[in-house]
């Protein structure tokens, strides 16, 4: 979209933005946050033998392997369990903030959230519900975005679940050239699951979703509630692929994912890592 200001492309730093403010209704009700939820074991320094692993550290995991040691996690009010367990992150050896989800109109809007504080910065993002077997993948994103100089790095898994998950292409300098937004069939092999972007994107999708905001307040006239329509990152990605901004690809095609937002998606999480 057009009104976004470019700034450099050299950040300082790289920092994981992780969205943690679903409802997780789909497997509700649960006894604590679905980002939280155990899926297999880990050892635990000073306990003695294995303990529960929540789903988020395994996300959280990868991040400290690419040395990325600073993450924001967005909550939404209520679910004060994860800042309880997580703490500060000291006992994963990370540096963990927590911010308040504002807007209630998708992943976006709650990534949206981090903008202040990672406007110099490289943005690393990732789903805690998703756990990956390429456990080196934000390394390898970090990688391909400082060799292309892309604005946004996509990490591309296969899948045939088409209806629940965007479909991406990619031409054969990996660069992106659509992405099908949860179609009901497709022929394309990859979808996105996590993501390494610039400060380049970080200003569009900001500038995006504040001029979406403005134009729907007009069309609703001044002194009426603002009815946002929800997006997705997937919509974000799309607008600023045809904005041109230079969005890539890397495929995992030898790895797989699992997102544990459904019953029968739990119970494989399960057989998996457990």
């Not at 990956?132 to 994103?141: E, G, K, T, V, W």
Request: aromatic share 10%; proline share 7%; glycine share 8%.
């Amino acid at each position: 979209m057009p009104g976004f200001v470019r700034r450099s492309r050299i950040a300082q730093r790289v920092v994981g933005v992780i969205p943690a403010a679903g409802h997780a209704i789909r497997i509700s009700p649960l006894p604590c946050s679905k980002e939280l939820y155990p899926i297999g074991f880990q050892s635990v320094s000073g306990a003695g033998g294995l303990r529960p692993k929540p789903v988020c550290q395994y996300l959280l995991g990868t991040m400290k392997l690419a040395r990325i040691d600073r993450v924001f996690i967005i909550v939404r009010s209520g679910k004060w369990d994860i800042p309880a367990y997580l703490g500060d992150g000291s006992a994963m050896d990370l540096h963990l903030a927590y911010l308040i989800m504002d807007l209630p109109y998708g992943v976006p809007y709650t990534v949206d959230q981090s903008y202040p504080f990672v406007t110099r910065a490289t943005v690393a993002f990732g789903f805690p519900d998703i756990i990956f077997q390429a456990d080196d993948a934000f390394l390898q994103l970090l990688v391909h975005q400082r060799q292309t100089d892309a604005d946004v790095v996509l990490g591309l898994f296969p899948s045939n679940a088409s209806a629940r998950l965007d479909m991406v292409d990619i031409d054969g300098q990996g660069r992106v050239s659509r992405l099908e937004l949860k179609p009901e069939r497709s022929d394309l092999q990859y979808t996105w699951i996590l993501a390494v972007w610039t400060p380049v994107f970080t200003e569009f999708m900001h500038n995006c979703l504040s001029n979406y905001q403005r134009a729907v307040r007009r069309r609703e006239g001044a002194g009426s509630p603002s009815l946002l329509s929800e997006l997705s990152m997937g919509e974000v990605f799309q607008a600023a692929t045809s904005s041109g901004l230079r969005v890539v690809g890397v495929p995992f095609a030898d790895h797989t994912f699992v997102d544990i937002g459904t019953p029968e998606d739990l119970r494989r999480a399960a057989r998996i890592f457990g």
